[in-house]
């Protein structure tokens, strides 16, 4: 075989070979856009099964100061104002959206605190793939490595066991692991800018 078609079929062998892993980094397998929001779409119904799970033997909240929560609400829909005496300084804003809440969908404050507290934990788990996703995008990664990892970061949300309960419980602080990532992420948004990063930069100098 002369060298000629020795490199021929050499160059020839190994280009399926290098087409096939570039495919597996680019496109196919999971990460495909289409693939890796299927495994999202799986990852949040399983944090939603898990979070909502309570309700299956009870429609009142899971914890003491769930219902705490649903006697603030209904005093405040009962007399058009918060039983501030009773408050401490961090029920105003959940007792508001759980009264607001049970306003809308006209049902007792008792039986919509847990449901809510459950739904807001979904969305912790979903603003926390969010960051996942665009930190990971962040980086030179193939698809396929930006969907193991934020699919990884789905399912240790979805199911690890102490964000699980901080996110299934009825209390002010069920908010924060939405409202958190959400802010980071906004801040991370902003400074992507250049602009802004330098402007960021030159402040943090002149104040030190």
Partial sequence: MTDVEHHGSTRGSTEPRTRTTTA?????????????????????????VARFLPLYWSPHPATTDGFQYAWFATEALRTGAYPIPEFRVDSFVYTGLIASVSAV???????????????IGVGGVFTGIAVAHRVASEFDWPRRRVSAAVVATGAFLALDGIYLRRTMVADEEVMAYVLIPLLLLALHLWLADGRRTRRWGWCSASSS
């Fill in 24 to 48: 597996l980094g680019h496109g196919h397998g999971l990460g495909t856009r289409g693939r890796r929001g299927l495994a999202i779409a799986f990852l949040l119904a399983v944090a939603a």
């Fill in 105 to 119: 969908v006209g049902v007792d404050p008792l039986r919509v605190t847990q449901p809510l507290s459950s739904l």
